[in-house]
Structure formats: structure tokens, C-alpha cells
């Protein structure tokens, strides 16, 4: 009977309801301390609640705040919670949507030494999630299960069903090979591996399909450096792990043969598999977990030092169920294809993420480090993009095929049934930074909704054909063994020989008793006679029949060849046809690598555009903000600058408008010396001549000075004792009169006085945060030997930083000079009176004080207010 042929695993799109979506489960396991004394960071709060704190001396603080944070779980199991519970919760609903025809995802994320791999296998004596799985699907489907071979799964993650006739010819094939191996039901079971399968354990599936035969196959894969290997395939030689040279790559010998590694390849329903992989059918939990532990003793293995045995790679164990209707009759399987459906459950043990500061891993143990990290956080990325995507509406590409891992799995989130996730922590406090980013990973995973497939539709045939059938035959068994026989038992029939022999006529009796007997024998002639006629009657009919038969051979036969023609000739279409089919497929499959290569390609490339495009933007979002604020500093610069020249503006204005007046007074002053230099000229013009009086001596005229002429008073000038404030400046201005402490006092005539000053001896930011002028008053020796006293002013100003800053504007000088040390005209031989008059007059002009002159410092006229005294010259 031809093998019809079943759809893969996974529904098309269309078989999912967009609708009903379901978030991804996520569960935490808390394992308990190593030992008593050391320190823990998690605490579990509630049912649902975990609680972690930083260990002393890991202190985080958060606006100066000691911090805790809290984390939400679907469900939170302790310390003290049995591998049964765990089970209950979490895995046997997977295990009912199985056996109900669809799929699930089952996987345990975790760091190193978090009891990852426990939770999954288990321990001797306590099994984990895997071999519980296993009874409950053989304890749900034993009484229906299907002879072995009668499923057939293909190479392109599809499945074949069988006739029993064909199911029995392929266990001969199979028994007849040279090796055959021996029943697991008939061999005792592994030590290493028996306790962890508890018998006693009866649970099974609430509701199962009665009127269907089911079949299990296991596969056992890892995934090693982003590598895909099969645990279960034979190795041709004993596997010796390769040595590895300088430049991390396995150097080759004889002995060694490296296994293959898997790819993965998508079906036509966009189903992700892996081809190659070895799927053995199992009949009963003891055999599958068996084929299990078989690929577990080859999974890879290391000592580091935060795990004796850690677990260097990805293992993915997929149990697959295949099921079919039973005919209308309940007898045997229907063989159609629509109706076959395969669904699987994927149970997977992440490799746990580390660091290698603290594992200390070197060379080949760094190399799988680092790959475990780039599959977990790739698993990340895909986790937050199909976040962000459902949150914000967004279509971001999910970079799904950067890794092995999340490539194999992408079904599962695109929505082909449950996902299932067990965070493993450790409470202990060394583990704190990891717990925490694995916490963060979990809460937002919890945020990613799947969709929820829909159920798959009936077949149409009545429910109940099994039970039916089996009544029907044990209530046949029962009337055949009431009756002791076969049904319709009783006289046999005459066979056809001994018909045609009842059909000739009968003979006459033969026996002579009398020697004159003559009628005896004419009666057995004439029916001897009468018999033969019958026979050559018979005989021509025979030769009539078997004419007949020998043309109806040849017509059979002439038929029978043109039909082998026409079936030869058709035959031979078809082979062309597939010949042809099969080359198309060929090409179809070279292109459907090229454009899987092209699509690779297309991808990083988008990936690459999109970088560019983030970095892009950034760069632009940064320019902006450069821009914006070199703008803002522009107008602030421009501000400042305008406040600048305005106040320069008037500054030089004042400046200006007080050289002006300095000029004028000084031309006032000559012109008053001029007026009084004509004056004192025409009253000598005009006087008459006399003797000259002897001249009284120096300290005769110092102690009586001679009458002065009344000359007309100079100009009026601005006092100099005081220090004029500028015109421009308000008259609420304040000064900071600052005096050295070596400051001597001048007891002069004219002294500095600087109105509504504070006057310190060193000046502070404080004070001069509070005055707008500065006054710093400086004396040295001058170089006639007398003291020079310098008035430095400047302007006080505010500085970007918030300082105070000096800007000096002018500066005006003291000097004080002695009369006895200029030079004095001789007096003559013989003194008139009348000269040392005029003499006495000149001297006496000569020894005036000038008017105080302020002068902007660097001018032409000299720095400072100086006392200038004009000496006369007498008429020759």
C-alpha cells in the first residue's frame, strides 16, 4: 500500500489566531546555599516575588539611598520545592498541549552553577523535567500506540504513514541487518541512570484522542561554538578529542574523527530544522531516556572554577508525536494525509553566561565563553526587539539568524505554541552581578506575548471506532468459544471431482452367477457404451472449452501486451516527467541556497545600514545640539560684546571729556602764568629806579616774608586733595581702598580722599563682590630721594567662572618736592635795593604751588599729579 505523506510540524500562518496571544511564562528557581555560612543576596518575598539586596561591601546607591529591587515572576519556588511540583506547574501543560497536537518550548536560563542542568535531568533518585515528561507522554498514549514503523519521518521534517503490511516488512529489514540490538524492554537498565526514572509515577494527560495511534520519536542535538552536532549519531571511531595548537584550531590525526556539524534548513511551511539529525522511535520511557543518556555522555563538559561540570554548549532535546486517525472501522490506521499531524516539544539547557575575570577561563574554555555570551546575548537582542516591536508598534527585524540558537528556535516566537522559560539563580553573593543582569532579562521577556495557535480540526469520522471494534471482537472470541469451532461449521460439501463423477450413469450389476446368464453383460456394455459416449462428449466439449480459453489467452495476452506498452510508454513519460522534476528541484534547491545566501547577505547588510543610520543619527542629533549651543554662546558673546563696546564707548567718552578739561585748565593755568608774568614786567617797566635795599637773608625772609603784588586768582580748578569721581559713574558707586600695610603716612597739604570706600589691607573676593571701583595706593622712592606716592585706579568686573576680575584704568601721582633744593640766582657784589626787591618778588612767584593736574597714565606730559613751579627770568 503506498505510504501517505503528513505536513510538518508547524501550522502555517494562517493557523494561528492574530487575536489571543499569551505572554511567554517565566518561573524562578532559587537552589539552595552550598553551605550554611555563606552569604545571600536573594530572598524570596511571596509566591511570585523575589527580592534581591547587594552583599556587604557591594554597596549601590541611588541619590545617596541604600538600594533593593524587586522582581515579579509568574511563579517563585523556593529552596524547598520538590522536582514533582516544579513538573506540575510547568511542564505537564506542555506536555497535554503535546499530546493535543501542538508545540511547545521549554528552556532553563541561568549562570553557571545556578542548577540549570539539574532542573532539566535531575539528580539519582530525584528526576528532573525531561524524564517526567516521558512517562507522562508513554503513560497518556501506551494502550495506543502504533506498531514501530508504522510513522516514517522523512528528511525534510515531515512524516510518512504506513500499512501494517509495510510496517512488518521494514521490522524484518530491520531485525535481518548483521547487528541487530537487543529490545530495551529486554535488557536491564543503565545504574547510572535507573533511579532517576520513577516508576510509581502514573501521571498522565487528562484528555486523550482514543480513536488515534501515536508515535514517538527523540533527536538529541548541542550547540557547541555556534556549531550544531548530533549526540546520538554513530561515530566511526572512537571519539578522541583533538589537540588544539597555538592558533585555536584542532590539529588532525588518523585516529581522529571530527564530528559533522548539522545546518539548519526551513521546510515549506517555514518550519526551522535540522537536517541530518538522527530521530529514533521509542516504545516505552526506560528506551527513551536511554537513547537520552546516551547522547548525554557526549555532550561537552568542563572543570572551571565556579562549576565542576559545567556545561560548555546548548543541548536541545526535541520529542516528537506523531498521530493519525483509525479508519471507519477502528481497525486500521486511515491513510490520509491531511488527517496525520506531528507535533513536538523542545526541551533545552542553556549553556549558563560567565565572566571570564572569575572563571579564569584560557585558551579553548575562553574560546567557548566567549561564544556562549554572543548566543545569550543574541537571545537578548531578539528578546527586547520583539518587545519593542509589540510595544511600539514598530517592525523591527528581529536578527534572528546571528545566532544558531535563536534561529533554530524563531517558530516559537513568531507564534507555533507555548514558550515556557525557568530562571535558575544562586543566591550567594558572589553571583550578585550576574543574578541581577539575569533578572533584568527575565522581567523584560515576561513583556514578549506569543500568539496562541489554534486547535486542529476534526477529522469527521465517528468518535468512539476503537472501543466499537474492540467490543465487536472480544463478543466474537466469546460465541467462538461457546460454539468450540469456527463460525458456519457442520457437513462437508462435494468437491466438483465428485460432482462430475455423480453425473455419469450409474452401472448395472456385474456379478455371473449362471453361465447362461446373457443379460449381464449387454447391460454393462450398453452402460460402458453410454459412458463412453458421455466422455468423447465431454472430451470435444473439453477441446471446444479449452479452443475457447487458448483465444481468449491470446486475446487476453494481445491485450495484456498493448496494455504493457501503453504502461511502458507511460512509464516512460513519467520518468521523463520526474527525471525533469527532479532536475527542477535540483535547481530550485541551488537557488533556494542562493537566495538563503543572498538573504544572509541582505540582512547583515541591513543590519550594517541600520548601524549606520543609528550612528548617523546620533552624530546629527549631536551636531544639532553643538550647533544649538555654539548659537546660544554666539548671542551670549554678541551680548557681552555689545555690553563690552557700550560701556567702552562711554568709558572713552568720559575719558575724552576729561582730557578736555585737563587741557583747558592747563591752558587756563598759562595763560594766568603769562598774565602774570606781564604784570609783574610792567611794573618793573614802570616803576622808577631806586637803590636797592641789601636782601634780607634766607632766614630773614622765611621768618618774614616780603608783601607779595595782588595778582588776579587763576582759573578755578577742582580741589586736588580729594580724588574726583568720574562724571559718568553714579554717585552711589563704592570703592575698595586698598593700603599695604608698609603704607606711610604723608602729612600733607593734599591728601587722597576716596568717598563711601572700605579700606582693607588685602584685598577680598568678598569685598570687591560688593564695590564697583578699586583703589590701590603704592609708594616708592623717587629719584630726587623723596616719596612718591602713585593712586592706581580700576574698574571691577564680574568673570565668567562667577570671580571677581581688575581692569586697570589710570593712575595719578603725589610727589612732594623741598624748595632749598633749586638752584637760586647769586646775589651780586654790591645788593641793590631796588634788585633784591624784584629779586625778592621773583623768588617769591618761583616758589608758588602749581595747580594739582590729572593725567591719564602714558600721556606725553608724564603719569600722575605733579606740583610744577615756573621759574622767572629777570630783564637783561
Request: charged share 30%; with cysteine.
Amino acid at each position: 500500500m503506498k505510504a501517505a505523506r503528513a505536513k510538518t510540524p508547524r501550522r502555517p500562518k494562517k493557523a494561528t489566531n492574530p487575536t489571543l496571544k499569551d505572554p511567554v511564562g517565566v518561573y524562578c528557581r532559587v537552589r539552595p546555599l552550598s553551605s550554611a555560612d555563606q552569604q545571600c543576596c536573594i530572598e524570596v518575598i511571596n509566591s511570585t516575588t523575589v527580592q534581591l539586596h547587594p552583599p556587604e561591601g557591594f554597596r549601590l546607591f541611588r541619590n545617596g539611598e541604600y538600594r533593593e529591587t524587586q522582581y515579579s515572576f509568574k511563579e517563585v519556588f523556593g529552596t524547598l520545592v520538590v522536582q514533582k511540583e516544579l513538573f506540575d506547574v510547568v511542564a505537564k501543560p506542555l506536555v497535554e498541549d503535546l499530546i493535543r497536537g501542538k508545540n511547545g518550548l521549554l528552556f532553563t536560563y541561568g549562570v553557571t552553577g545556578s542548577g540549570k542542568t539539574h532542573t532539566m535531568t535531575g539528580s539519582p533518585g530525584d528526576g528532573g523535567l525531561l524524564p517526567r515528561c516521558l512517562a507522562m507522554i508513554f503513560n497518556s498514549i501506551g494502550p495506543f500506540q502504533a506498531k514501530r514503523f508504522v510513522f516514517k519521518l522523512d528528511d525534510k521534517n515531515g512524516v510518512d504513514v504506513q500499512s501494517d503490511v509495510d510496517a512488518l516488512l521494514e521490522r524484518q529489514r530491520r531485525e535481518a541487518l548483521p547487528t541487530p540490538k537487543t529490545p530495551a524492554g529486554k535488557r536491564p537498565l543503565d545504574p547510572e541512570f535507573a533511579d532517576m526514572i520513577d516508576a510509581r509515577d502514573r501521571c498522565r494527560a487528562a484528555e486523550v484522542d482514543e480513536d488515534n495511534v501515536y508515535g514517538v520519536f527523540v533527536s538529541y542535538v548541542e550547540i557547541y561554538n555556534n556549531y550544531i552536532y548530533d549526540l546520538l549519531e554513530e561515530a566511526a571511531v572512537d571519539s578522541i578529542k583533538p589537540k588544539w595548537n597555538s592558533c585555536n584550531t584542532p590539529v588532525r590525526n588518523g585516529d581522529f574523527v571530527p564530528p559533522q556539524s548539522k545546518t539548519l534548513r526551513e521546510d515549506q511551511n517555514h518550519n526551522m530544522y535540522v537536517t541530518g539529525c538522527t530521530e529514533v522511535e521509542v516504545k516505552s520511557t526506560e528506551e527513551a531516556f536511554e537513547v537520552f543518556w546516551r547522547g548525554q555522555k557526549k555532550r561537552r563538559i568542563a572543570n572551571t572554577q565556579l562549576n565542576r561540570e559545567s556545561s560548555r554548549s546548548h543541548s536541545v532535546f526535541i520529542i516528537k508525536l506523531a498521530q493519525a486517525p483509525l479508519d471507519a472501522d477502528g481497525d486500521n490506521v486511515l491513510q490520509e494525509k491531511e488527517q496525520i499531524i506531528l507535533s513536538q516539544l523542545s526541551l533545552v539547557d542553556l549553556a549558563g553566561s560567565e565572566r571570564t575575570n572569575r572563571t579564569k577561563a584560557e585558551g579553548n574554555r575562553l574560546r567557548e565563553a566567549g561564544n556562549i555570551n554572543q548566543s545569550l546575548m543574541t537571545l537578548r537582542t531578539c528578546i527586547e526587539v520583539l518587545r519593542e516591536n509589540q510595544l511600539y508598534g514598530t517592525n523591527k527585524m528581529v536578527p534572528y539568524r546571528d545566532s544558531k540558537l535563536t534561529h533554530l528556535f524563531k517558530n516559537y516566537f513568531d507564534g507555533e505554541g507555548k514558550v515556557r522559560m525557568i530562571v535558575c539563580v544562586n543566591p550567594k553573593a558572589e553571583d550578585y552581578e550576574e543574578s541581577l543582569q539575569v533578572m533584568r532579562f527575565a522581567e523584560m521577556t515576561q513583556e514578549v506575548e506569543v500568539a496562541r495557535p489554534l486547535d486542529r480540526p476534526l477529522c469527521g469520522l465517528t468518535p468512539g471506532r476503537r472501543l466499537r471494534n474492540q467490543a465487536f471482537r472480544e463478543e466474537l472470541a466469546r460465541k467462538l468459544e461457546l460454539r468450540g469451532g469456527p463460525v458456519g461449521s457442520g457437513p462437508e460439501e462435494p468437491c466438483a471431482a465428485e460432482l462430475f463423477f455423480q453425473s455419469f450413469p450409474p452401472l448395472p450389476p456385474c456379478e455371473l452367477l449362471d453361465i447362461n446368464d446373457d443379460q449381464t453383460l449387454p447391460k454393462l456394455i450398453e452402460a460402458l457404451e453410454q459412458r463412453h459416449k458421455m466422455r468423447q462428449m465431454l472430451t470435444e466439449e473439453f477441446a471446444k472449452n479449452v479452443l475457447a480459453f487458448k483465444t481468449m489467452l491470446q486475446e487476453f495476452d494481445s491485450s495484456v501486451s498493448s496494455k504493457e506498452n501503453y504502461i511502458q510508454g507511460k512509464l516512460a513519460e513519467k520518468e521523463k516527467t520526474i527525471t525533469g522534476q527532479k532536475t527542477e528541484l535540483e535547481r530550485l534547491e541551488k537557488k533556494i541556497k542562493t537566495l538563503e545566501y543572498k538573504i544572509d547577505i541582505l540582512e547583515k547588510t541591513a543590519t550594517i545600514y541600520e548601524e549606520d543610520k543609528r550612528n548617523l543619527q546620533q552624530e546629527l542629533e549631536s551636531k544639532s545640539q553643538k550647533l544649538q549651543r555654539q548659537e546660544s554662546d554666539k548671542k551670549r558673546l554678541e551680548a557681552r560684546l555689545q555690553g563690552m563696546v557700550t560701556e567702552t564707548s562711554l568709558k572713552w567718552e568720559r575719558e575724552c571729556e576729561r582730557r578736555v578739561a585737563a587741557k583747558q585748565l592747563e591752558m587756563q593755568n598759562k595763560l594766568w602764568v603769562k598774565d602774570e608774568k606781564l604784570k609783574q614786567l610792567k611794573a618793573i617797566v614802570t616803576e622808577p629806579k631806586a637803590e636797592r635795599p641789601e636782601r634780607p637773608s634766607r632766614e630773614r625772609d622765611r621768618e618774614k616774608p616780603l608783601p607779595r603784588s595782588v595778582s588776579p586768582s587763576p582759573a578755578p580748578v577742582a580741589p586736588a586733595a580729594p580724588l574726583r569721581p568720574r562724571r559718568s559713574r553714579s554717585a552711589g558707586e563704592r570703592w575698595v581702598d586698598h593700603r599695604p600695610p608698609s603704607h606711610v603716612p604723608m602729612e600733607t597739604l593734599l591728601q587722597p580722599r576716596v568717598p563711601r570706600a572700605i579700606t582693607m589691607e588685602s584685598p577680598s573676593e568678598r569685598a570687591l563682590a560688593r564695590c564697583d571701583r578699586y583703589l590701590l595706593t603704592h609708594q616708592e622712592l623717587a629719584s630726587d630721594g623723596e616719596i612718591q606716592t602713585k593712586l592706581i585706579k580700576g574698574d571691577v568686573f564680574k568673570t565668567r567662572g562667577g570671580g571677581q576680575a581688575v581692569q586697570f584704568t589710570d593712575i595719578e601721582t603725589l610727589k612732594q618736592e623741598s624748595p632749598t633744593g633749586r638752584k637760586r640766582r647769586s646775589s651780586p657784589p654790591n645788593p641793590d635795593p631796588t634788585g633784591d626787591a624784584a629779586d625778592s618778588e621773583w623768588t617769591d612767584v618761583e616758589t608758588r604751588c602749581s595747580v594739582a593736574v590729572e593725567m591719564r597714565a602714558g600721556s606725553a606730559l608724564g603719569p600722575g599729579l605733579q606740583h610744577h613751579a615756573q621759574p622767572k627770568r629777570r630783564k637783561p
